[in-house]
Structures are given as structure tokens and as C-alpha cells.
């Protein structure tokens, strides 16, 4: 989808700032927006209200971003997306380092507005993931894994497939509602290295929960949740020359 390659979306500009300076801090910005939105609405301590706020707010990002950067706000996605062909690789790493610092900056701000003890409340931990109580850790894997599939193979055959598909946006958005939603209490659902580090940074400051315990499980799974999307998309559901076997 032109959407999700700047190279294309830029006309194949030659400026480094058009190929690289202002995709990267389309997703800088819009991750700072997400995170710091995503944090704030734990507090409310409603799944519906967590989930709708994440999801919302990704498919408003994407409308709003999605034709500077391609709206991914998620190294899981530009992993997806770049193994897919959606991506150059060098434009991809940028990415990853505009998303993580994005993350710390929004966490930051949840952490300069909340009040403390509200910040410090167990069901809130800054917005921080942690495991849900007695869940094992290398199921909390696969489960991160499988969310973050269903959101990586959504853009892939919503936003990568079809470059013309307007309702791509608010598809992303609701398969970030239906993870949350499936997935809050176990995992918290995060499919979003940088949704969970930004915060685990901020939070490290207090100490009274160990967010670093299980943090490996907010990375390891979404990696795997991108890739087998992106070999199930290139392998099978791909269309046209798109398609791994078609290519050669």
C-alpha cells in the first residue's frame, strides 16, 4: 500500500528529510500520542474504556500520520511490514529508534501529570505491563505472540495488500480493541515493545513493582507475532507478484 511505503508516498524524493527525517518523526510524535493516551486511560480501570482508548487513538493516529510515515507507532508492525516488503530496512531502523524514544517521552508524561498516588496505584503502575496474577510466563508468550499477530496480519492485509482500502485505519484500530479486550488481565496486551518499555522506564523510579520481572515476554512475543504474519502473508495470502512463490 502507498501508505506504508514512504518511498512511494514521497514520490521517490531524493531529500533525506523527506525519506528519512519526517517519517521517523511522524512516528516519534504519533508514538509519544499513543502511549501517553494508552497510559492515561488505565486508570480508569475499565477494560472497555482501556481497549477503545488504545484502539481509537491508533486508528485516528493512522488517519492523521499514515501518509507521512505510514502510521505504524510499533517496532511489531515495521518488523511485519518491512519483512513483508512494505519497508526499507534502513528507513525501518530509524523507526525502531523514533518508536522507542517515543515511548519514553510519552510514558514521561504520564508520569509529569498523574499524581503520584495515583500513578503508583496497583491497577495503574504508570500504565506499565505486567504479567496477571499466576500467569506463566511462556504461555504469556505465545499469548502476546497470537495478539500481536492479529494485529500485524490486519495492516498487512488491510493497509499492505489493498492500497486502496480506506477502511484500513479503522480496521487496524478494532483488532487493537479485540486483543485488549481478550487479552488485559493475562497479559495486558501490548503487542507494542515500545508501549511497554516507555513505560517500564518511567516506572522504574518507584521500585514497588518489578516491571523489568517478566519485561522479555513485551518483546520476544510481538517479534514472533510479526514474523509468522509476515511468512503467512508472503507465503499464502499475499496477492499478485506480492506473493513469495510468485516472485520467482
Known sequence: MTELDP?????????????IIRPSLAEFFGTILFVFIGCMSVQTGDVGSIALSHGLTITLLIIGLGKVSGGHFN??????VTLSGGNPVILSIFYFIAQLLGGMVGAAFVLAVLPEAVYKDTHVNGGAHTLGPGVDPGWAVMAEGIFTFVL???VLMTAVDDNNNKLAPLAIGFAVVVDITAGAQTTGASMNPARSFGPAVAY???????????????????????????VFYKM?????????????
Do not use: M, Q
Not at 523489568?212 to 510481538?222: A, D, F, I
Open 7 to 19: 518511498l512511494i508516498n514521497h514520490g521517490g524524493a531524493d531529500s533525506i528529510y523527506e525519506r
Open 75 to 80: 517496532p511489531a508492525v515495521t518488523l511485519g
Open 152 to 154: 500485524v496480519f490486519t
Open 204 to 230: 522504574s523510579k518507584y521500585g514497588n513493582v518489578n516491571v523489568w520481572e517478566h519485561h522479555y515476554v513485551y518483546w520476544v512475543g510481538p517479534a514472533c507475532g510479526a514474523v509468522v504474519a509476515a
Open 236 to 248: 499464502l495470502f499475499s496477492t499478485g507478484n506480492r506473493r513469495l512463490y510468485s516472485e520467482r
